[in-house]
């Protein structure tokens, strides 16, 4: 028998190694609402068979009515199952009555009767206060886990415990894994994060993962930070028009299939246009792509795009757009490549940037979702051009704060240069990796046939 189970949730299993261990105690902590109770019965219902049946045990935290009046409204829930392979005990008026040893006790009983593969006791911490000042939690954990683990049975310990408790209370060294879900502040934004703590007997996913609850239960989002793999992949030798053809003979006919392309400038010098001009090539072409905006929505993006003659409402294009507003980027990102791979997609628009660097809760985090787009994009041979909008205006004069600058395979500066009565548009080819380009400050046009690079003198 496979040594791990699922635990409902196959993102979560993958940060977890595999899932849940079986015949392990699992502490699973976390403020109200953070989702251990439906993490829990997502555990359960993905699991639980007349053969191997779950027993969900509430104490005094949250009454048994209530726990079951919630779950119905998630999509997993099952009532059909409910005494059948899961049973539900209230030990409220057990523990009340008869303290802790009426509750060992009971669970005893309940195991001799149900004979559960999977055991919650939700809340565990809960349970705390009834022990009183006689030092009498200990001896109960002591005979519950000793119990527990002379049983064949996978338990779920839940509780609302802080970071500092899991040095001080006894049931974190009782544990086989602990699992915290927490809220994370960032400026006026929180975010959920999972983080696994502890894991006897096999490896995890380290760091904080971000997750979502919903009706669907809890959607975990493993952190994106692939590391170095140096193994080969095949890298198609063939050039992929810009869809401008000037701009193409500057970067001795275009750029290479899945390389990125960076192009950064201040507003309204024409970034989008360029992206547009990537992806309607590809277009025109039968090739498939994607447009990831947050920047216009879909009816803005189409007003501007049919101005020089091209619909995002094409059957070879995707448009994914997504409001920067409360944007969780783990979200996006796994999103983005799920879309690449159903689509097969050669190329994708990422317009802006800097809106995705705007939700990310750190600017490390930030720089390994971009590394990790970046190199699953190249080994899929999808080329992707990213728009980064700058500050200045005018003489810009460095691009080191811009993360994606020195990770691109190609980097495009557009500038604005001010004369005495006119302003015009430039555009400098700063970096083409693996090959040369033509140097310089080129002046372009922006006309109803596109970008258009004006002749030098």
Same mark, same amino acid.
């Given at each position: 028998?496979?040594?791990?189970?699922?635990?409902?949730?196959?993102?979560?299993?993958?940060?977890?190694?595999?899932?849940?261990?079986?015949?392990?105690?699992?502490?699973?902590?976390?403020?109200?609402?953070?989702?251990?109770?439906?993490?829990?019965?997502?555990?359960?219902?993905?699991?639980?068979?007349?053969?191997?049946?779950?027993?969900?045990?509430?104490?005094?935290?949250?009454?048994?009515?209530?726990?079951?009046?919630?779950?119905? $409204?998630?999509?997993?829930?099952?009532?059909?199952?409910?005494?059948?392979?899961?049973?539900?005990?209230?030990?409220?008026?057990?523990?009340?009555?008869?303290?802790?040893?009426?509750?060992?006790?009971?669970?005893?009983?309940?195991?001799?009767?149900?004979?559960?593969?999977?055991?919650?006791?939700?809340?565990?911490?809960?349970?705390?206060?009834?022990?009183?000042?006689?030092?009498?939690?200990?001896?109960?954990?002591?005979?519950?886990?000793?119990?527990?683990?002379?049983?064949?049975?996978?338990?779920?310990?839940?509780?609302?415990?802080?970071?500092?408790?899991?040095?001080?209370?006894?049931?974190?060294?009782?544990?086989?894994?602990?699992?915290?879900?927490?809220?994370?502040?960032?400026?006026?934004?929180?975010?959920?994060?999972?983080?696994?703590?502890?894991?006897?007997?096999?490896?995890?996913?380290?760091?904080?993962?971000?997750?979502?609850?919903?009706?669907?239960?809890?959607?975990?989002?493993?952190?994106?930070?692939?590391?170095?793999?140096?193994?080969?992949?095949?890298?198609?030798?063939?050039?992929?028009?810009?869809?401008?053809?000037?701009?193409?003979?500057?970067?001795?006919?275009?750029?290479?299939?899945?390389?990125?392309?960076?192009?950064?400038?201040?507003?309204?010098?024409?970034?989008?246009?360029?992206?547009?001009?990537?992806?309607?090539?590809?277009?025109?072409?039968?090739?498939?792509?994607?447009?990831?905006?947050?920047?216009?929505?879909?009816?803005?993006?189409?007003?501007?795009?049919?101005?020089?003659?091209?619909?995002?409402?094409?059957?070879?294009?995707?448009?994914?757009?997504?409001?920067?507003?409360?944007?969780?980027?783990?979200?996006?990102?796994?999103?983005?490549?799920?879309?690449?791979?159903? $689509?097969?997609?050669?190329?994708?628009?990422?317009?802006?940037?800097?809106?995705?660097?705007?939700?990310?809760?750190?600017?490390?985090?930030?720089?390994?979702?971009?590394?990790?787009?970046?190199?699953?994009?190249?080994?899929?041979?999808?080329?992707?051009?990213?728009?980064?909008?700058?500050?200045?205006?005018?003489?810009?004069?460095?691009?080191?704060?811009?993360?994606?600058?020195?990770?691109?395979?190609?980097?495009?500066?557009?500038?604005?240069?001010?004369?005495?009565?006119?302003?015009?548009?430039?555009?400098?080819?700063?970096?083409?990796?693996?090959?040369?380009?033509?140097?310089?400050?080129?002046?372009?046009?922006?006309?109803?046939?596109?970008?258009?690079?004006?002749?030098?003198?």
């Amino acid at each position: 028998m496979n040594d791990r189970m699922t635990s409902g949730s196959d993102p979560l299993d993958v940060v977890l190694g595999g899932g849940l261990p079986r015949h392990a105690i699992v502490l699973v902590t976390g403020s109200p609402g953070a989702g251990k109770t439906i993490l829990a019965q997502q555990w359960v219902f993905a699991n639980a068979t007349p053969q191997r049946p779950a027993l969900y045990l509430s104490t005094v935290s949250e009454p048994l009515e209530k726990l079951l009046r919630y779950g119905q $409204t998630l999509s997993f829930f099952d009532p059909a199952a409910v005494g059948h392979s899961v049973w539900y005990e209230d030990l409220g008026l057990v523990l009340r009555d008869q303290g802790l040893p009426g509750v060992l006790e009971r669970v005893r009983e309940l195991i001799r009767i149900r004979q559960p593969a999977m055991i919650v006791i939700d809340s565990f911490k809960a349970m705390h206060p009834y022990a009183g000042r006689s030092g009498a939690f200990r001896p109960f954990l002591h005979d519950l886990a000793g119990m527990l683990s002379a049983y064949p049975a996978t338990s779920l310990w839940l509780g609302e415990y802080q970071e500092d408790e899991i040095q001080r209370s006894p049931e974190f060294a009782v544990a086989d894994a602990i699992i915290a879900l927490k809220s994370v502040h960032s400026a006026e934004r929180t975010s959920r994060a999972l983080q696994v703590h502890k894991l006897r007997g096999g490896g995890f996913l380290a760091g904080r993962h971000s997750y979502r609850l919903s009706a669907e239960g809890i959607t975990v989002y493993p952190r994106l930070a692939d590391a170095a793999d140096s193994s080969d992949y095949e890298l198609r030798g063939e050039r992929v028009p810009s869809g401008i053809q000037a701009l193409d003979d500057m970067l001795e006919d275009g750029y290479w299939s899945g390389a990125s392309t960076l192009v950064a400038g201040p507003t309204g010098i024409g970034k989008t246009l360029m992206g547009l001009h990537f992806v309607f090539h590809a277009v025109s072409q039968g090739e498939r792509a994607i447009i990831a905006t947050m920047q216009e929505d879909p009816s803005q993006l189409d007003r501007t795009a049919s101005q020089f003659g091209w619909s995002v409402k094409s059957s070879e294009l995707t448009l994914m757009y997504r409001s920067p507003v409360d944007l969780n980027v783990d979200q996006w990102v796994y999103e983005l490549l799920d879309m690449i791979e159903t $689509t097969g997609a050669s190329r994708v628009l990422l317009d802006s940037l800097a809106d995705l660097q705007a939700a990310a809760a750190d600017e490390m985090r930030f720089r390994e979702y971009l590394y990790s787009l970046l190199h699953r994009s190249s080994r899929c041979g999808t080329s992707l051009m990213m728009t980064y909008e700058l500050p200045e205006l005018f003489g810009v004069s460095k691009l080191s704060d811009v993360a994606a600058s020195h990770m691109a395979d190609n980097v495009v500066l557009l500038q604005y240069r001010g004369l005495t009565e006119v302003m015009s548009r430039t555009l400098t080819v700063l970096k083409t990796r693996a090959t040369d380009h033509e140097a310089g400050v080129r002046e372009f046009q922006i006309t109803t046939d596109g970008i258009i690079l004006v002749p030098r003198e």
